[in-house]
C-alpha cells in the first residue's frame, strides 16, 4: 500500500508542477461570494476533447465548452474522480490528475468547484458500487483507510494546484451504500464509518469544504427519509443532502412529480436540518422546451427551500451530445452548439 501511494504521488505530482504556477494568481472565492449554485458535471469532457470533438456558439464560433456554459448562466463545474481507471474503458479519464487539471481550468473562468468522490476505477451508481481493484482484498479497517487517504490525497493535490472544492461527495448515488459488500446499507454501521473517513478527511484538507451525501430518486420522500433515519441513527457526518432527478429514468413527465421533488426537499430541510442540493438533473435533448420548462420548475423548486437551505442545480453531462456519448439527457445539439434549454439557467 504505501508502493502505491508513492506511485500515485509521483504521477500526480508531474501534473502539480505544470499547473501550480499557472493558478497561483487563481484564488478560491470565499463561498458567501455567490448566489445560488448552477452548473454542469462535465466528466466527459476530456474524454470528447481528446477525440477531436468540437463546441461551437450560435453563431458558429469555436469556443471552449466551459465558457459556452458559463455564457448560458452556469457558475458551478463538477468532476467525478476514480481511484485508477487506467483499465476503463474511459482510457485513464476521470483520474485524480485529470482531476486536478480540469479544476484548475474551471477555476480560470471563476468557476466554482464540486469533487464527486466514486470511489471505484469506474462508474458508481445504485446498481453498482465496486470496489477499486487496488482495494479488492482489503480488510474493512483497510477499507477505511483507503477512504481516508484517498480523499485526503485528492484534495490535498488540489490544494497544491491552488483549488479548494467549495463542495465534496462521499460517494455517488449510494442508495444502497458503497464499496460493496462491506458499506451496503445491509451494514449500516459500517456504511456510516465509511462516510465519516470521507468526512474527516475533507475536513482535515479545508473545514470549510462542505460535505455532500447523495441519493437518486429525489423526488422520492420515503427512500430519502429511509435513507437519512438510518445516516442520523448510525451518526453519519455530511454537511448537505445531494439528490438526483430524472423523470425520464422514473418514465414519468416532470410535470408528475415536480411537486413530489419539491416536497421532499422541505422535508429533507425540516426533518434533518441540512442544506439540499440537486446534484444531477437531466432531461430527454430532443424535448427541448420540456426540457427548459424542467429544469426552470427544479431551480424554483430548490429556492423555495426553507430557511435559504437550497443551494443549487447541476445538470448531468449538458454537453455530451448523443452521437459522441449515446447519452439521451444531454442538452447539446448535433451540430456542436449547446441546446437552447440550457437558457434556463441564465434566470
Known sequence: MKKSRVQFRFVLMAVITMLITSSSAAQTPEPSAFSFSKG?????LPQMEATGYKFYDWDGSQKDCLQLLKDRGMNTIRLRVWVNPSNDKAS????PAETVEMAVRAQK????????????????DPGKQAKPAGWANHSFPELLNDVYTHTFD???LLKAAGVTPEWVQVGNEIPGGMLWPEGSTNNWPQLAQLLNKGYDATKAVNSNIKVIVHVDEGNNNSKFRWFFDNAKANNAKYDIIGLSYYPYWIKSDYTTTILDLENNLKDMVSRYGKEVMIVEVGGD????????DMLTAVIKAV??????????VIYWEPQGEKSW?????????????PSPALDAFKN
Do not use: E
Request: charged share 15%; with cysteine.
Open 303 to 312: 429556492k423555495s427551500a426553507p430557511n435559504n437551505k437550497g443551494l443549487g
Open 92 to 95: 485513464g479519464h476521470c483520474s
Open 109 to 124: 473562468l471563476g468557476m466554482r468547484i464540486m469533487i464527486d468522490f466514486h470511489y471505484s476505477d469506474t462508474w458508481a
Open 285 to 292: 435533448f430532443t424535448l427541448v422546451q420540456n426540457t427548459k
Open 325 to 337: 456519448s449515446g447519452y439521451q439527457l444531454n442538452a447539446w445539439k448535433s451540430d456542436g452548439k
Open 40 to 44: 454542469a458535471d462535465v466528466g466527459w
Open 154 to 156: 485528492v484534495l490535498n
